[in-house]
């Protein structure tokens, strides 16, 4: 883990088990922001592909993350899932 104890969800490829094991240390702030005011969440939600594992969103839900979280852009991370369904699934000509 980096020293500033922050670690990015930004990555397009997400490890659930690494995901799992984070989530479970024990003064893991879920609501955390980053200065576009993302939380690990709205990373998660833009970049999780993996239907067959959906229940890494309700570890998320029990450690309490803010689903009406606002980043800079005005995006909940539901929005985001909206986002990244729309553009995968809607083929663009």
């Not at 930004?10 to 490890?15: A, C, F, K, Q």
């Not at 995901?19 to 893991?28: A, G, Q, S, T, V």
């Amino acid at each position: 883990m980096p020293r500033n104890g922050y670690v990015s969800f930004e990555s397009n490829v997400i490890d659930p088990d690494f995901i799992r094991y984070l989530l479970n240390l024990k003064d893991i702030d879920v609501n955390i922001k980053n200065a576009s005011q993302n939380t690990p969440l709205h990373y998660l939600c833009q970049s999780w592909s993996n239907p067959s594992d959906l229940n890494i969103f309700d570890i998320f839900f029990k450690k309490g993350a803010d689903v009406n979280a606002v980043n800079d852009g005005s995006e909940t991370p539901l929005m985001k899932v909206c986002f990244f369904f729309f553009n995968f699934f809607l083929p663009v000509s």
